[in-house]
């Protein structure tokens, strides 16, 4: 039997093996070989990797590191002009037998073996709605007595023939808009089509609320690592197509004030034989009591895992009252306006799940996914059953009622002392390292200092005068 790696580089005319890996925030990096260099020598030794300069892994003093190829992964390169394959690669240390404690993929396999271990029969499934705008241009600028941004969407408005700065719009009128209101339908089904080319599969494209060039694309249940794969090579041809339509893609919860914003929710479900341990027919939901436990876990864990599911300050932008993003910790049937929605359309045995809405897309999607199925598990190793799903508007109830409900963090600083407060869930089987842990809360914190010293030109308008 003929290797099929072989077999595409002859029949593509191969010139360059390109190997991709992210970074501990979820950044790609990649190496390229000459496509004569990859052979089985390679692929079982794999390439040195200096990971002192990739943020989140290595100090100088111990940088080096091994990149093996992960040969189930490869594709052909939609955008290379070089014929190239493309494959994902796990990171080792120099000598180590098993892979690199804070490479994200690594984490999303060692998620996936203690499900495993401690359910055996059971797997993981995963569905990805990843939102996002698309604009016309983007300005942004940032020094020492200037600072500003400036987006223009002709979806927004065209004043003398260019596209408008965005203005808060009727957002709702906006979902699922048909032409000359969506511009983007071909620019998504080329985003689509090259997604599935990646052999990943799409379950369809839409226009998302947001007036100002918000779209969405949905993808199809994988399995945990291969769903943190598929989003992170989304997101990459997402912006890399918008590049080739001359827009920009991006994937901030937030960009702009008084609009909808984006998120990345997760329909997730387990699944034994074929159908979903979470179904019972007589159950609340209809959720089995494994399901509901799953549940309570993740609303239990829900505040600690803001600070990887949502971990920009730009995050806690997006989730505030009035535009559908969840800000208390609670479970309902077919509401959106809860942090967990059990879908009313998919109540079968082979489908019923639930979406968990909080995350958005500026987390590393394989952490991500694997924070939510810990979270998940221990739910179910505790029983923390969550009781009977709430009915209404959440944010709707009395106000005694509704304090009785956690609320997610409003500041990334929060969602960080949430993490370091409770996380004794994801060390569970060495899943998650504490230096990892450790490592992301520092690097995060940082971020959140940067921006929390800088003047904000709102700041300007409220304050300049007084």
């Known amino acids: ?268 479900y387990l699944l034994r034989d074929g159908h979903s341990v979470f179904h019972d027919p007589a159950g609340p939901g209809p959720l089995s009591e494994v399901g509901r436990c799953y549940v309570g876990g993740l609303l239990r864990h829900g505040r600690a895992l803001a600070a990887l599911t949502n971990p920009s300050t730009n995050s806690y932008k997006r989730l505030v009252p009035g535009f559908e993003a969840p800000v208390r910790l609670a479970y309902s049937v077919a509401n959106r306006t809860a942090a967990i929605r059990v879908p009313g359309y998919a109540a079968s045995g082979e489908d019923a799940r639930i979406e968990y809405r909080p995350p958005d897309a500026t987390a590393n999607p394989h952490l991500a996914l694997a924070a939510m199925l810990m979270a998940g598990l221990d739910g179910i190793r505790h029983h923390l059953d969550p009781g009977p799903p709430l009915s209404g508007d959440i944010l709707a109830l009395p106000p005694e009622q509704l304090a009785a409900i956690p609320a997610l963090p409003t500041s990334l600083s929060e969602a960080l002392d949430a993490l370091e407060e409770d996380h004794d869930f994801l060390l569970e089987g060495g899943v998650f390292t504490r230096d990892l842990l450790e490592t992301w809360v520092a690097l995060k914190r940082a971020e959140a200092q940067d921006v929390a010293e800088r003047p904000h030109p709102r700041e300007f308008e409220l304050y300049f005068t007084t």
């Open 1 to 268: 039997m003929k290797d099929p790696i072989a077999v595409v580089m002859a029949e593509q005319g191969i010139e360059f093996v390109d190997l991709m890996y992210t970074d501990l925030l979820g950044s790609w990096h990649h190496l390229t070989l000459p496509a004569s260099r990859f052979d089985q020598r390679l692929v079982t030794r794999g390439v040195g990797v200096d990971g002192s300069s990739v943020v989140g892994f290595r100090a100088t003093k111990a940088g080096d590191m091994v990149l093996l190829p992960d040969v189930t992964s490869y594709f052909v390169s939609p955008f290379a002009e070089h014929p190239t394959l493309c494959m994902l690669g796990n990171l080792m240390d120099v000598g180590a037998q098993e892979g690199f404690p804070r490479d994200p993929r690594f984490v999303a396999r060692k998620a996936e073996r203690l499900l495993a271990a401690e359910r055996p029969g059971e797997s993981s499934l995963w569905l990805p709605e990843l939102e996002f705008f698309l604009f016309d241009d983007v300005q942004v600028w940032s020094q020492t007595g200037q600072a500003g941004y400036r987006l223009t969407s002709a979806e927004a408005s065209v004043v003398g023939g260019e596209a408008a700065v965005p203005t808060v719009s009727s957002h709702r009128k906006s979902y699922h808009a048909a032409a000359p209101q969506d511009r983007f339908s071909d620019v998504r089904s080329e985003m689509c089509r090259v997604i599935a080319s990646l052999d990943i599969p799409v379950k369809y494209h839409h226009h998302e609320v947001g007036g100002a060039g918000q779209v969405e694309i949905e993808l199809a249940f994988m399995p945990l690592q291969r769903a943190g794969d598929a989003v992170a090579l989304a997101k990459w041809v997402i912006r890399s197509v918008a590049e080739q339509y001359g827009l920009f893609a991006t994937f901030m919860p937030k960009p702009l004030f008084g609009e909808a914003g984006s998120g990345l929710h997760f329909h997730q």
